[in-house]
């Protein structure tokens, strides 16, 4: 995938420097800033992710907790009624 990024890139380049007369340098270089940009969106999402997942299973212990809550109440209002 990224080799078909880059070689777009250069496509795109060629394209942009014939219709503009200004110029876009691809370079190995190029590709390497591509893979590590890759890579830090890569763990940014992960992190975003896991504070996700984290907040969802907080949620769900609190509704866990209240379930429970509730049964012990219904209980006791049923054995304080006559």
């Given at each position: 995938m990224f080799k078909n990024i880059h070689k777009s890139v250069e496509r795109y380049s060629?394209?942009?420097t014939n219709e503009l007369k200004r110029y876009n340098y691809v370079t190995p270089t190029s590709y390497l800033e591509l893979l590590s940009?890759?890579?830090t969106i890569l763990q940014q999402k992960r992190i975003e992710l896991s504070k996700q997942v984290e907040r969802?299973?907080?949620g769900?212990?609190?509704l866990n907790g209240a379930n429970t809550a509730v049964e012990e109440m219904k209980i006791t209002l049923t054995d304080m009624q006559p």
């Open positions: 060629i394209r942009f940009l890759y890579k969802l299973r907080g769900l212990d609190k």
